[in-house]
T-cell receptor, first 115, second 115 residues
Framework: AQTVTQSQPEMSVQEAETVTLSCTYDTSESDYYLFWYKQPPSRQMILVIRQEAYKQQNATENRFSVNFQKAAKSFSLKISDSQLGDAAMYFCAYRSGTSGSRLTFGEGTQLTVNP | GAGVSQSPRYKVAKRGQDVALRCDPISGHVSLFWYQQALGQGPEFLTYFQNEAQLDKSGLPSDRFFAERPEGSVSTLKIQRTQQEDSAVYLC?????????????FGPGTRLTVT
């Protein structure tokens, strides 16, 4: 079974600064996808960024980028120029490319952005 | 277009009562997922539908949990004889093969409190 671990229950960052959220995962599969989701207090889960495991190039979406280290099974999220609206719970998630479509989530990291 | 909707948003049940939680997926989305999110934790997979077929129910925690999607659109998650450990937010997500990496779009969730 796949597992996803987020070792930082809480993180804080000053507005306009950069923060990195960590995620590691364990799998024996070679075909899979990784995601970062944001869950604001309203609880609607929103996709932030996605990464295909077969792609070596790290995904970027505006101020959000990932550092995907496949051999180390690491998938960190970097948020640049942090904004107050970035404050939320962030979840790292794994989805198999072959054996089904469920998402396996980490425990989450609560991000606080200080003005 | 409308996103995934869930009702009710909040439900309080006395221990032993039956509850029914509704999910309206995005129109045309073939895949539908239910997740359970305990307080302070990441969502955990419950069950998956493709159209009206329940293809994976391995995450349902007990036989008190039952889900259906009879016409391949709206889905209902039913919990019989609720217990305190059932208190959680229940998230519904839908997906289509046309979305990149079959992205899952989440609803706002139903917060169930069992007293």
């Amino acid at each position: 079974a796949q597992t996803v671990t987020q070792s930082q229950p809480e993180m804080s960052v000053q507005e306009a600064e950069t923060v990195t959220l960590s995620c590691t995962y364990d799998t024996s599969e070679s075909d899979y996808y990784l995601f970062w989701y944001k869950q604001p207090p309203s609880r609607q889960m929103i996709l932030v960024i996605r990464q295909e495991a077969y792609k070596q190039q790290n995904a970027t979406e505006n101020r959000f980028s990932v550092n995907f280290q496949k051999a180390a099974k690491s998938f960190s999220l970097k948020i640049s120029d942090s904004q107050l609206g970035d404050a939320a719970m962030y979840f790292c998630a794994y989805r198999s490319g072959t054996s089904g479509s469920r998402l396996t989530f980490g425990e989450g990291t609560q991000l606080t952005v200080n003005p | 277009g409308a996103g995934v909707s869930q009702s009710p948003r909040y439900k309080v049940a006395k221990r032993g009562q039956d509850v029914a939680l509704r999910c309206d997926p995005i129109s045309g989305h073939v895949s539908l997922f239910w997740y359970q999110q305990a307080l302070g934790q990441g969502p955990e997979f419950l069950t998956y539908f493709q159209n009206e077929a329940q293809l994976d129910k391995s995450g349902l925690p007990s036989d008190r949990f039952f889900a259906e999607r009879p016409e391949g659109s709206v889905s209902t998650l039913k919990i019989q004889r609720t217990q305190q450990e059932d208190s959680a937010v229940y998230l519904c997500a839908s997906s289509t093969r046309e979305a990149p990496l079959y992205e899952q779009y989440f609803g706002p969730g139903t917060r169930l409190t069992v007293t």
